[in-house]
Nanobody, 115 residues
Framework: QVRLVESGGGLVQAGGSLRLSCAASGNFFRRSTMGWYRQAPGKQRELVASITSGGSTNYADSVKGRFTISRDNAKNSVYLQMDSLEPEDTAVYYC?????????WGQGTQVTVSS
């Protein structure tokens, strides 16, 4: 069974840092583009950052220079280092794996940034 399990969310003050982790089961990980999405209350889910199987990265303009996505294929894991957090970053963060047109989602982890 293919699963994605996120961890690392929590409550942090503005200007602080958090590191999200996503552990994948199954043998699809190395061939997948991995991404982090977020959804704030009343808003649509949006892409935060993605990383291809080859290591190319893409970031939303709102997080460029503050967030860093990385992956460890040996551990079937993807990470999101979030620095200089802002209250506007408050949302549920979801891990995503995309492989041959199939999307797999984690259950989400809450990130709350207080001002």
């Amino acid at each position: 069974q293919v699963r994605l399990v996120e961890s690392g969310g929590g409550l942090v003050q503005a200007g602080g840092s958090l590191r999200l982790s996503c552990a994948a089961s199954g043998n699809f990980f190395r061939r997948s583009t991995m991404g982090w999405y977020r959804q704030a209350p009343g808003k649509q889910r949006e892409l935060v950052a993605s990383i291809t199987s080859g290591g190319s990265t893409n970031y939303a303009d709102s997080v460029k220079g503050r967030f860093t996505i990385s992956r460890d294929n040996a551990k079937n894991s993807v990470y999101l280092q979030m620095d200089s957090l802002e209250p506007e970053d408050t949302a549920v963060y979801y891990c995503n794996a995309r492989y041959i047109g199939i999307d797999i989602w984690g259950q989400g982890t809450q990130v709350t940034v207080s001002s």
